[in-house]
C-alpha cells in the first residue's frame, strides 16, 4: 500500500473489467480487463481458454467460486493482487462515464485525492424497496441467511442494513472505485460474511442461474455498508461521488419481468 497515498502528486488508478467472453475494451490505461472463472475454462482447442485477458485464477484467488459469486472473483482478485492508490471494478457491458464516454484518467484525476468513493448512480426501483424487489425476484431465503451472519458477526451494522433494504434505491452492480485502504476494509467485512453465508446456504439442487445469488447478496450489503461509513462519519458524504453507468440493458425484456414478478410472483429465471 502506498503511504499517504492522497499526498502524492500522480496517484495510481486500476479499474477491473470484469468478463467471461471477448469484448471491446476500453483503451485507458487504468483499466485492467480480466477473465472472471478463468478456473477450468477449456476452450475449443482443448486447451485452458484464453481470452487475452489477465486471469482471475492467477495469484491469490476464488476463481472456482464463480459459479456463485460472478464478478465478486474479480473484486477479490483486485483485492488480494493489485497494489494501487485506487482500485475499482466494472463489468465489460457496464463501464463508469463521464462526457458521454468511457471514464479515462484524466477526467478522474481532478477527484483524486478528494474523493474517496466513486458509485455508479442510484438504481431506482420506484415501487419496490431493495427488500420487495429482493423478494419478488429472488429467494428472500438468502438474503435471510446473510442478514442473520451480519448480526451475528458485526451487530452494530443491523441498523444500517435495515435503513439500506427499506429504500426504493440502491446501489447496485457491484461497481465502485475505492481508495484502496477504504477497499480494504470493505473486503475484508464482505467477504467474512459472505464466506460464511455461502457455507449455510444448500445450492447444490440450483440453476446455474439460481447459483449466482452471492452476487446478488453482496449488491445489497453494500448500500448497507455504505451507510453505516457514513452514519459513523468514516466516510463523509462530500467525499463520494456518483458516476454515470453505461449499460446495455433490453428493457422491453426487463420492464415486463420487473412487473410479472411483482404482481405475478414471477421470479427472475434470467439475467436480462
Not at 493482487?81 to 484518467?105: S, V
Not at 458485526?154 to 435503513?163: F, I
Not at 452492480?173 to 457455507?199: G, H, P, R, V
Request: charged share 30%; aromatic share 14%.
Amino acid at each position: 500500500m502506498h503511504e499517504n497515498s492522497c499526498s502524492l502528486s500522480v496517484l495510481q488508478v486500476q479499474i477491473v473489467v470484469a468478463a467471461h467472453k471477448r469484448y471491446t475494451m476500453p483503451g485507458d490505461e487504468i483499466y485492467l480487463p480480466l477473465h472472471v472463472g478463468s478456473e477450468g475454462k477449456i476452450g475449443a482447442d482443448g486447451k485452458p481458454l484464453d481470452l487475452g485477458y489477465k486471469k482471475d485464477n492467477t495469484g491469490e484467488n476464488i476463481s472456482e467460486l464463480n459459479g456463485s459469486f460472478c464478478e465478486l472473483t474479480g473484486l477479490y482478485w483486485a483485492w488480494k493482487n493489485l497494489d494501487a492508490d485506487y482500485i475499482g471494478l466494472t463489468h465489460y457491458r457496464r463501464l463508469f462515464e463521464m462526457d458521454g464516454r468511457p471514464l479515462t484518467y484524466k477526467q478522474i484525476k481532478p477527484y483524486l485525492g478528494k474523493i474517496k468513493l466513486f458509485t455508479p448512480r442510484k438504481r431506482r426501483y420506484v415501487i419496490e424497496t431493495l427488500k420487495s424487489h429482493y423478494s419478488h425476484t429472488h429467494y428472500m431465503a438468502h438474503l435471510e441467511t446473510a442478514k442473520a451472519v451480519l448480526v451475528e458477526k458485526y451487530p452494530e451494522y443491523k441498523g444500517a442494513y435495515e435503513k439500506a433494504i427499506c429504500r426504493t434505491w440502491g446501489y447496485m452492480f457491484n461497481m465502485m472505485i475505492m481508495e484502496q485502504a477504504l477497499l480494504d476494509e470493505y473486503c475484508q467485512w464482505l467477504f467474512d460474511i459472505l464466506f460464511e453465508t455461502f457455507k449455510r446456504i444448500d445450492c447444490s439442487r440450483y440453476s446455474d442461474f439460481e447459483k449466482r445469488y452471492m452476487g446478488r447478496i453482496s449488491e445489497i450489503l453494500f448500500n448497507a455498508w455504505l451507510e453505516q461509513q457514513l452514519r459513523t462519519g468514516r466516510l463523509k458524504k462530500e467525499e463520494t461521488m456518483e458516476l454515470k453507468c453505461s449499460m446495455e440493458e433490453n428493457w422491453g425484456v426487463k420492464i415486463p419481468a420487473f412487473f410479472k414478478a411483482k404482481f405475478f410472483g414471477k421470479k427472475y429465471e434470467r439475467s436480462f
